[in-house]
């Protein structure tokens, strides 16, 4: 890797067709060499009370040793497991690095996991310590310990609210430090020793499938692997030393372990984190990020956030906004694609991004992004061509947790209808990066650090590498260009009973970039004629446009049957269907009386459709829609956050569209 120049806060490096040279093999030994190597610059930083909080390397480096004496002095072993919960903040990452430093691995929860979904963790990962944000986190281990006897000990290190706890088994996050202060004294240099003993085919992490069609399985990464994946992504992206990164998606995300806990190191970036999750909006802003990685969903959120404002706009402002966006259309998106641009749009370019496009950059937060990335599902391109058009590089990419990134879209140059082109991985991690289709369209994969298996599942590891390629699941193909288009999960591609083939996914992503549509599931099979749908609306976009429109509601039900809305709903419904082949369009949709909810086991805690049980959920809507019928009245049961159960009866209108 390029020495650091002087000017090394400006300059960007490209490390495209190079490969640098591999600094550690393994995190941990990579932690201290970069703390070592800018032990007075900023590593991190969190925003309390109103202020950003900087801690430089040295900072960063006091509070993982201390951690990490402390587990140690709790009794932590080699290969033992430690489980991690909470929003993004300095301490889950530091407690990760301590645990890592220990020859220990991880398991990370999502903040908002229900008490069965952290028992199945902890019980499948064997997870011996857990680490949580705060009383929320712990008062949910508490509930499901008694079916956990391995637990040890339950840290905390937002100590709010905790003081009427009186629990031998629970302890302060800084409880723990100060007793490993107190070992770091009669044992100097352990710290050292311990991180340079892991060795690359230790386990370091275990990143849970997202469970769409059963329990979730626990994915073996190594630190080899780890490392692997990110000099991948460090050899095609432009790289900034310390970079801004706004650490916003959760490390249980295989995705923030390769981004933010590897290449945070590898760069390094300086890890910034939101002072809560509602201030994330106004935390990229402040921060200026520079490199920021979202999934589809968010992105679409941010796209529905400046599509909803322009409701409230007048009509001078809602011209001026759709004539800007129309030259940077015509001349970012074009220039992207390769595509002739006139002498005249180029001309109005710079005009319209002083009026229109930098505001809209600067409103979200993007104005000083020069590498944003969307990754973990498909993503609509025409969300894709929105973010181009307002000036911002946004990036595709394709990867699993199983066997790292795969693709992305390199150059300047690339078709916006698709998932990039394949990495060139680094030799010393393995043999090169290979891909075929099988005669199913499955995309199955080599080379790399390989994969390493399910954790206790052997045979399920067999199944999904039963010849020496990992076997994605993903239905895909390929374009004359070597760029791979992203169709849908095997499984769930669909034929009709008219012996039409069709992919759901691919149509869903292009119905979820409408303001108005929050989630959508595609319908049809081999005993239906035709495809039709089931939609969430936006209750915050489509509530404004209701208030705007002065339609009276009481809940999301009725807003959500209103006759207007209804309306809009199949005007969006009918853009869509206008670029589909005729099999694929959408014949018949129903909005749904209630959100789907994670926490009802409807999506996953990354928002895929668990679409089987929605299927059998929602059966009898599904049957009205194929029946002809015009309304029901539907009755579906609901859990609210404080456990309690309940029934939503609404009726519920079946819409045809045009």
């Not at 140690?72 to 990452?93: A, H, M, S």
């Not at 028992?119 to 008062?139: F, H, K, M, P, R």
């Not at 769409?212 to 030393?241: C, E, F, N, W």
């Amino acid at each position: 890797m390029p020495k650091v120049k002087k000017n090394w806060k400006t300059d960007i490096y490209y490390y495209t067709g190079v490969m640098p040279e591999v600094e550690a093999e393994t995190l941990p030994a990579l932690f201290m060499k970069r703390a070592r190597e800018y032990a007075d610059e900023v590593f991190m930083t969190r925003k309390n009370y109103g202020i950003w909080q900087p801690y430089t390397w040295k900072d960063v480096r006091e509070q993982v040793r201390d951690f990490h004496y402390g587990l140690l002095e709790l009794g932590l072993q080699p290969t033992e497991t430690v489980c991690i919960g909470g929003e993004n903040e300095p301490e889950f990452f530091w407690a990760e690095y301590a645990a890592l430093a220990a020859r220990a691995k991880i398991v990370c929860l999502y903040p908002d996991m229900t008490p069965p979904e952290i028992q199945y963790i902890l019980e499948d990962s064997d997870a011996v310590y857990v680490v949580g944000e705060d009383q929320e986190q712990v008062d949910k281990v508490i509930e499901i310990r008694d079916q956990v006897p391995n637990l040890r000990k339950i840290i905390y290190w937002d100590p709010r609210g905790m003081w009427q706890y009186n629990d031998p088994m629970i302890m302060d996050f800084r409880e723990v430090q100060e007793i490993g202060r107190k070992a770091a004294e009669k044992t100097p240099g352990l710290f050292e020793k311990n991180s340079e003993s892991v060795q690359p085919d230790d386990m370091a992490v275990l990143s849970y499938t997202s469970g769409t069609t059963g329990q979730p399985k626990g994915v073996i990464m190594k630190h080899v692997a780890l490392l692997d994946t990110a000099y991948r992504s460090m050899m095609h992206m432009p790289t900034k030393p310390f970079t801004n990164y706004l650490s916003y998606i959760s490390p249980a995300w295989a995705t923030e372990q390769m981004f933010g806990i590897t290449i945070g190191l590898m760069a390094p970036m300086i890890l910034n984190f939101p002072e809560e999750p509602e201030t994330v909006m106004q935390n990229i802003r402040e921060l200026g990020a520079e490199l920021l990685m979202l999934g589809p969903r968010q992105w679409e959120g941010l796209a529905a956030i400046v599509q909803a404002r322009m409701l409230d706009a007048g009509p001078v402002r809602r011209l001026f906004y759709k004539m800007g966006l129309a030259v940077g259309m015509k001349v970012a998106v074009a220039r992207t694609e390769n595509k002739p641009v006139s002498t005249f749009w180029k001309a109005l370019y710079p005009l319209a991004d002083i009026m229109v496009l930098r505001h809209i950059r600067d409103n979200l937060g993007l104005s000083k992004c020069y590498y944003a990335f969307s990754g973990g599902a498909a993503m609509a391109p025409d969300g894709f061509r929105f973010f181009h058009a307002i000036g911002v590089d946004l990036r595709n990419g394709y990867g699993a947790t199983e066997i790292g990134l795969l693709t992305v879209h390199m150059g300047n140059q690339f078709n916006l209808e698709t998932l990039g082109k394949w990495y060139t991985s680094h030799p010393y991690f393995g043999d090169p990066l290979e891909y075929k289709i099988s005669e199913e369209g499955e995309l199955l994969v080599r080379g790399g650090s390989g994969f390493a298996g399910y954790y206790k599942k052997p045979e399920a590891t067999q199944k999904a590498e039963p010849d020496g390629w990992y076997h994605t699941g993903d239905a895909v193909t390929m374009t004359q260009d070597g760029e791979m288009i992203y169709l849908d999960r095997v499984k769930d591609l669909r034929k009709l009973s008219t012996g039409y083939h069709f992919p759901p996914q691919y149509i869903e992503t292009r119905l979820r970039f409408s303001p108005f549509i929050k989630d959508v599931i595609i319908l049809g099979d081999e005993n239906k004629e035709f495809v039709s749908c089931m939609i969430n609306i936006d209750s915050e976009t489509v509530g404004r446009l209701a208030e705007k429109r002065q339609i009276g509601y009481t809940t999301f039900a009725d807003l959500s049957q209103n006759e207007l809305v209804r309306g809009v709903i199949q005007e969006e419904v009918e853009k869509v269907n206008k670029n589909l082949e005729e099999g694929s369009r959408v014949k018949r949709f129903v909005n749904l009386p209630k959100e789907l909810d994670p926490d009802e086991a409807e999506l996953t805690r990354t928002r895929k459709l668990r679409r089987g049980f929605i299927e059998k959920r929602y059966a009898d809507i599904i049957e009205a829609i194929y029946t002809g019928k015009s309304h029901l009245e539907s009755e579906i049961e609901v859990k609210y956050r404080d456990g309690r159960q309940g029934v939503v009866r609404h009726a519920t209108f079946i819409n045809d569209t045009a």
